[in-house]
């Protein structure tokens, strides 16, 4: 057996997994340091009930979060990353593969597939930060690439939550070209009226940002969320002094004009609804704007 | 550029001095009436021997310091040597005009053609000027905006690449990397003219690729391509900078690399001792492509020209399936 089926069995084994919240967990809110119980956080989406930091989903949160009960269909699985370069840092790419496949329990850092929200069909991608910060490889690229055409080819509208910290350096030139690889497909989505929305969480940043997650016909980003091209600790260094505060945050880019608007998570779905329906069926779901606050 | 003052690199002092030695030996001989034509002659092919042992063996460091020498062409260079005539245009339309990519019109020949590049400076003050090749968000805008010019009056596009990378600072992230090189990765697959890319300095990340989804990609014989720079994977993965060589080994960014990997069409080949030895014989190399790539595509369609150019990079990545 190749050390891929091994690592696929491993997938299988960990996803099949149930996970119960146990009544005494918690843990220490990242922003303000509450004591946080999970089941609580779980009622609360997994926002801190006392500052409103939006803590990270896992993958299966974000579809349960955004798609309509048992609509989900994952597609093009069963790609995985090679080592075309042979890179090695103090651990080879191919270990660190392994070990990720191992831990994560997951393909790469995104999944794709088919789904349904408020009833409209929509092709959705979710990246996970936990599979090597998130990061963008061959894999990457040809996932969000095939579930672009498969959205021009359905003619259904296209979403990608975005979390990661850029291009994967071990595949070096290749993961760049994952740049230009998605971005060129949106640009028949783009001529062809399908629309494209991105959802951009924290944090979301490098070649990412220079790609897909900035394309939406609508950029719709989670509250305080890191975005941006630079990372914070590249840019300091560069201009050797602080960075002003709340830069590169989701407030900052709605104050720029990259992102169409901030939505706390509570609002994410009906939000995304009354926006999809505007462009499919061109039907108003809004929540009335008194309850929206 | 002042050829007094600009340095050479380290391994390639030997061959400076030896060619130094032989004009000194020629200057002072022909002040005296003397013959030495058999030791310039013997100077000569030590000349060239040593500089096929030295750059036949090239580790990819070396190359990363061939790819930023301060003598190598530019694009200003490539302008003057390759093309006929240009009128420089300026400005995104929204913001300034940004020094560290130049734009224009430009001949070659009888054929108009759209012309962009990164600028690097000679010297510090020009450096400074130049922001040393790392353009802000205006910059890759402004590109857009004359290529977007370009498709409209059905003139081929040809890119010089040569940045160390999109410039990382407030300004930049206020006005939107990001976005200005995700557009423009969006918006050159969908130019209906032929766009040609040449990688022939420093191919410095998204700030590189940004001015180069083109038809043909191709990347003179010592030029770099990579995600991020060595210095910057090396402070990331060895958390040392000072690792930057053995991440550039790692990387595997030298153009032989990233024809392997299916990212770029050809390797141009350089003189002996690096394009900055001989720019002319550099440029030629670049314009007899230019004109050649040029004639091909004339006769392509517009559709397919954007067809190929899409599969082109969909065909782009290596991985497992099944
Ligand atoms: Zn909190």
Known sequence: MSWIDQAKKGIKAITAEKKEIPDNLWSKCPACADVLYHRELARNLWVCGNCNHHLRLTTEQYRDLLCDPGTWRETHTGIISMDPLGFKDSKSYEERIKATLKKTGREDAIVVGGAEIDGLPVQLGIMDFEFMGGSMGSVVGEKIARMLLDALRERQAAIIVSRSGGARMQESLLSLMQMAKTSAVLSRLREEGVPFVSILTNPTTGGVTASYASLGDVNIAEPKALIGFAGPRVIQQTINSELPEGFQSSEFLLEHGMIDMIVPRKELRPRLAAVLHWFVDGRDVSVPRAGLG | MNPKTTPWLEFEKPIVELEERIRTLEDSASLRGLDVTDEVQRLRERVMSLGREIFDSLDDWQRVQLARHPRRPTT????????????????????????????????????????IGHQKGRDTKSNIHRNFGMAHPEGYRKAMRVMELAARNRRPIVTFIDTPGAYPGLGAEERGQGEAIARNLRDMAALPVPVLVFVTGEGGSGGALAIGVGNRVYMLENSIYSVISPEGCAAILWRDRAKAADAARAMKITARDALRLGVIDAVLPEPTGGAHRDHIATAAVLKSRIIADLDELASVGAEDLRRQRLDKFLAMGIFQEG
């Open chain 2, 76 to 115: 200003q260079d490539y302008l003057r040597l390759i093309f006929d005539s240009f009128n420089e245009l300026h400005g995104d339309r929204a913001f300034r005009d940004d020094p560290s990519l130049i734009t224009g019109l430009a001949f070659l020949g009888r054929r108009p053609v759209m012309v």
